[in-house]
């Protein structure tokens, strides 16, 4: 089944989106919400796995100041603002209930949404929920998603790059020492490497924000405060990502914790089966 793009309008201008052609068959839509940097076209492959695993019509959205989409309003927005939009942009396109999923700064906003709207949304997946500790957050706002602006001499090109590439291999990606470094996850091939670097090159001037917002969010009060059935996604076989998410779900109403494998077919087998 095609992927297809379009544009729907919101107060703020055009939200991109992509969705999955001609797929209304009277199951809810699952909403899909991005992690930082970039837009839904990372989300395209989980799109696929998810068509091939027999989910419901999807579509994910490109987060304001992201992607194709345009810029937020505020200066300093935080995710409140940006779950409002998304809720916003699913009006517009005449969705009134739908199943939700979203990835790091995608589960931020999509915790905010089940707070704002729980008798929209049917199953409330999350990818990468958590809350940083005050030291951390302050050297995040301070170094991680810096403001940034075409240069004389094409400077933001080759910072572009090297941003989400360095992203791959350390965590916070500009601590690069032994302590730091990420081993679980490959360096991207050459191709996905370009698409990432193209994608925050599309809103440089914007990608920063929704990064900003998610570095505040209060993640575990605010998932105290959804009352959906929520699944808290955790590395298979990982205690410590296990352990983690489960110290979150066990200050939820309707929260739990559920492993999920490491490749797209995975993660789209896992999402299917808690939305069927």
């Known amino acids: 089944m095609e992927i297809e793009r379009g544009f729907v309008r919101i107060a703020e201008g055009q939200m991109h989106l992509r969705r999955t052609a001609g797929s209304e068959d009277g199951r809810p839509p699952l909403v899909l919400l991005h992690p930082s940097p970039g837009s839904s076209i990372q989300l395209v492959p989980l799109m696929e796995a998810l068509v091939a695993a027999g989910a419901p019509p999807l579509i994910a959205l490109d987060t304001l100041g992201n992607g194709d989409s345009a810029a937020p309003a505020p200066e300093t927005p935080d995710i409140a603002y940006f779950a409002d939009a998304a809720l916003r942009a699913l ?7 739908f199943h939700l999923f979203g990835a790091l700064t995608g589960a931020r906003m999509a915790c905010e949404m089940a707070v704002m709207a729980p008798d929209r949304i049917g199953q409330l997946i999350l990818e990468g929920m958590g809350e940083f500790d005050a030291e951390l957050q302050a050297l995040l706002l301070d170094r991680y998603a810096p403001e940034m602006a075409p240069h004389d001499y094409g400077y933001q090109l080759l910072w572009a790059f090297n941003f989400v590439r360095d992203q ?48 505040t969010y209060p993640g575990r009060a605010r998932l105290a405060a959804v009352t959906v059935p929520t699944s808290l996604l955790a590395a298979q076989g990982n205690a410590d990502a296990i352990a983690d998410q489960l110290s979150y779900a066990d200050g939820m109403a309707n929260g739990q914790v559920v492993e999920c494998g490491s490749s797209v077919a995975d993660k789209a087998a896992t999402l299917a089966g808690l939305i069927r």
């Open 91 to 97: 009006d517009a396109l005449g969705i009134a209930r």
């Open 168 to 215: 791959a291999t350390h965590f916070p990606y500009f601590l690069r020492d032994p302590a730091h470094r990420t081993m679980s996850r490959a360096v991207p091939d050459a191709d996905e490497l370009h698409m990432r670097a193209v994608e925050v090159l599309k809103a440089l001037r914007t990608y920063h924000k929704s990064y900003r917002a998610a570095f």
